[in-house]
């Protein structure tokens, strides 16, 4: 060591730290890389990947190697900076503390934060192609590796921790539905929207989205049968309840499909209707849509009428009522339903009391709470506690309420101000 020039004594202090350089931006972009897309690619064939993979299947060895390379190197370049020093300064005190400041500071800035900055910037450009070096790194020192792993082993143990055991690449619902609100950037709008109510489906239940009892098309068997085709040639939907008597006497469903030709002919009657009807499907209230989902998929069913516990007919659930709630509203309704929210030139809005507040919520961009009644008209009647009359003004959530008319016990229009247009009044 002697003999060598101090020309050829700086070269190889600089390539030692290149070398801890390597080592570190290998450590770090192996840790920072996406996990996903690294099994992605990996399951598309792709080379680097895959023993990108390979590596981090063995964290313990993967870390070992790299953290070795990394010790062996520093130890080595303030072994080198150490005599750089005798030679051109001197054996004095401050000399070597002069020395030692300079090494630290090169090794700080030229191989540990620029690579990690590098590494955690870029870590798929960079991991997978070190794989390549790293892999056949960790096959020439697996036996001084495993050596050291005995002791860090050891050392795990006396302090109970048995890392192998954790299922750290599990998530949540909650974490899974962050990450897709984080990759705004990487999924289209309307996908993201998909998926996030796709996550919602747990929280929602078919109460939320049925069609309440008062509004649910029903046919009565023992109405004339004039009347029954008349209905059922007129109708705006494709199947339609059958009832016995009184509605929560539900005794079938008929599609209307079936029995077009019989009911524009005159030969559909009462007993001919019985025979072609489909055994009703019912469904428990407070069932969660997702659950619901799947009963329908098992059931082979497209329609199901949502009871309390006592049996009584709360509403009607459609596959379709389902669908929208994951991709957005899609179908049509009949002519006489018309549209439930007028907006006005005010900018308030007309609704009906009947309108489900999660709609509302939803469509105006308000927010009603959602764990209490279901409708405009259940939210008014329990703040209220009372039946109220036409003209009264109330604010739940900020928003400013008028009842424009009420019928039957129950706020049938509502003209609603949104927050904004409040506050400008």
């Not at 080198?80 to 400041?101: D, N, Q």
């Not at 996030?196 to 989205?209: A, G």
């Amino acid at each position: 060591m002697d003999d060598t020039p101090t020309s050829v004594l700086l070269g190889a202090l600089v390539a030692l730290l290149i070398l801890s350089g390597f080592f570190s931006i290998s450590e770090t972009s192996m840790m920072a890389l996406n996990r996903y897309r690294l099994k992605h690619l990996a399951q598309s064939g792709h080379r680097g990947a895959k023993l990108t993979t390979q590596l981090l299947a063995r964290t313990d060895k993967l870390l070992g190697v790299i953290l070795l390379g990394n010790n062996l190197v520093n130890a080595a370049c303030a072994t080198l900076v150490t005599i750089i020093t005798v030679r051109l300064v001197g054996e004095g005190e401050l000399a070597l503390s002069i020395g030692t400041l300079a090494v630290t500071f090169a090794i700080l800035v030229f191989s540990e934060i620029t690579p990690k900055i590098m590494g955690a910037a870029y870590p798929e450009r960079i991991a997978l192609p070190l794989s390549f070096i790293l892999t056949p790194l960790l096959k020439l020192f697996y036996p001084v590796i495993w050596f050291v792993n005995l002791f860090v082993q050891a050392l795990l143990w006396i302090l109970r921790l048995k890392p192998g055991t954790a299922n750290s690449s599990s998530l949540s619902l909650e974490e899974l539905r962050t990450m897709v609100l984080e990759a705004g950037h990487y999924i289209p709008k309307k996908h993201q929207s998909i998926l996030i109510n796709l996550f919602e489906l747990e929280n929602i239940t078919v109460d939320d989205v049925m069609t309440p009892r008062n509004q649910i098309e029903a046919i009565d068997i023992d109405a004339p049968a004039e009347d029954i085709r008349s209905q059922l040639s007129t109708s705006h939907h494709t199947r339609i309840l059958v009832y016995q008597g009184q509605l929560d006497n539900i005794i079938g469903l008929v599609h209307v499909r079936k029995v077009l030709h019989q009911t524009q002919t005159g030969e559909l009657d009462a007993d001919a209707l019985r025979d072609i009807l489909r055994e009703p499907y019912f469904i428990p209230a407070g069932t969660a849509l997702f659950t619901q989902l799947q009963h329908f998929q098992e059931n082979q069913r497209r329609l199901g009428m949502v009871v309390d516990e006592y049996g009584e007919l709360l509403g009607l659930v459609s596959l379709e009522d389902i669908l929208e709630e994951i991709v957005g509203e899609f179908t049509t309704h009949a002519p006489a339903q018309g549209s439930s929210y007028r907006h006005q030139d005010d900018g308030s809005w007309l609704v009906d009391g009947s309108s489900q507040l999660r709609d509302l919520n939803r469509k105006l961009g308000l927010q009603f709470p959602l764990d209490g009644p279901k409708t405009l008209n259940g939210l008014i009647l329990e703040h209220l506690e009372d039946i109220p009359e036409a003209g009264i003004s109330l604010k739940i959530s900020g928003v400013t309420l008028e009842i424009m008319q009420t019928q039957d016990r129950s706020v049938k229009g509502v003209r609603i101000f949104p927050a904004a247009n409040t506050a400008e009044q």
